[in-house]
């Protein structure tokens, strides 16, 4: 399912632009709005993730969070043994 998108006008420095004219007319990027979208997913998965590594920390303090934190992790040992990577 393709995600809705929208127009929006943004202001980026002309030294940006014309970097990502030169990678278009290079081949290096399909184009400059190609490697926008990629750029903004890019800082978003890295805000979400730096939001998750933040709540993860309070949530470190909260010693009721962590024993039922542990009582999970050791409910599902073997099959957490079965994935690797990130989820």
Request: aromatic share 10%; net charge negative.
């Given at each position: 399912?393709?995600?809705?998108t ?74 957490d ?7």
């Amino acid at each position: 399912m393709k995600s809705e998108t929208v127009r929006y006008t943004a202001t980026l420095p002309l030294s940006h632009i014309d970097a990502l004219k030169e990678m278009t007319r290079g081949k290096e990027i399909p184009s400059v709005n190609f490697a926008i979208n990629q750029a903004v997913d890019e800082y978003l998965k890295s805000r979400k993730a730096a939001q998750y590594e933040s709540l993860m920390k309070e949530a470190a303090k909260d010693t009721d969070f962590i024993a039922r934190t542990m009582g999970c992790s050791e409910d599902f040992k073997y099959v957490d043994s079965e994935i690797s990577g990130t989820w």
